[in-house]
């Protein structure tokens, strides 16, 4: 056993300590056993020595600089006792947040989510997650460090409620495979923040506007057909765009007049097959050996690149600020001035609920407004008084 002193150990006095040749120990006067080995070329170990069942065992813990001297006495407790018991004196190194969403990754996400999802979830945890929670171990992240990152990202607050939300998920899916212990997940931030509906809809001179756009691509190049296509597809039916890029040929069910999404959002559900989307169909050329509705380049592929089209075809048209999925936008825009009813609306675009559709709900409440001032203004020239009478 190592001799009992009067040193203590802790930051200045281990910093002091110096030897002008070969190496010396200095060893802890409250924790029997606890030292720092310290060299003449100035590094400094700290280090255990105590007796097992089978003899007496020394064991480095970390270097000084690396580890604090109160993480070093944290770490010298458990090592003692493990070696008293004959167990390993270093447990394996706890999993660190950055392995935990590589696995995550890897093991969760590309086997369950969508691809647009998995995308989201890694751009999340990669630009984000990583960058701020990495290199600690998964069960030393807390609630407060969740809300601090929250904060940090409170001039995105989509972007900051969304890594919120992953990094939950992250957490319940790690105490699944018995990675952490039940309900010792950081949670969810103190509120997470009100974002702004990002919804635009078009106008219907931008409608002609796009219209126009449209044609003009198909007719300037053939390799254009099928983003063409595409986007006329949105347009009609209020698909999601990976609802349309992934549509089969055999998806299309003429006698019934359906479009069979089997991989939609929230699980497979038809879309009616009108003209004006049976047309679009038919202008597509059909290529033998490829399934799919909407081709892309290479053979027996779809279409991959439509945001790159759209970008193109919207700055032609005008349509500043106008994403692919504002199409689906208008869409519903245009069902609820047609009168149509905000469950109608939630089956057409294949909403899992009403709440989804009820963001829809201050449209209907404009064109009930508009519908009140026509009514308003016919019955008021009945009741405006006339010329008087002779």
Known sequence: MPRRSEFRIGRRAVEALRVE???????????????????ATGRKVYVVQTRGPDGPRRVSLGQHGRMSPDEARKRARAAIDRLKRGEDPLPPPELTVA??????????????????SARLYELVLRRHVVPALGAKPVGAVGRGDVADLHHRL??????????????SGMYRQAEAWGLVPPGSGPGRPVRYYRERPRERFLAPEEYR????????????SPTWRSAVAAIRLLLLTGCRKSEIVTLRWDDVDLTARELRLRGAKTGPRMVPLTAPVLRVLDAIPKTAGNPWAIPGRKPGTHLSDLAYHWARIAAEAGLDGVRIHDLRHSYASRALALGESLATIGGLLGHAGVGTTARYAHLMRDAEKAAAGRVGDSIAVHLAPGPPAG
């Open 99 to 116: 392995e935990l969403v590589e696995r995550y990754l890897r093991a969760h996400v590309a086997a369950h989510c969508k691809p647009s």
């Open 21 to 39: 040749t070969g190496d010396a120990t200095f060893w802890d006067c409250d924790l029997a056993g606890f030292g720092v080995r310290v060299y």
């Open 154 to 167: 409170r001039e995105s607050p989509h972007i900051a409620n969304r890594t919120a939300r992953v990094l």
């Open 209 to 220: 506007r796009l219209g126009r756009a449209l044609a003009g691509a198909e007719a300037r």
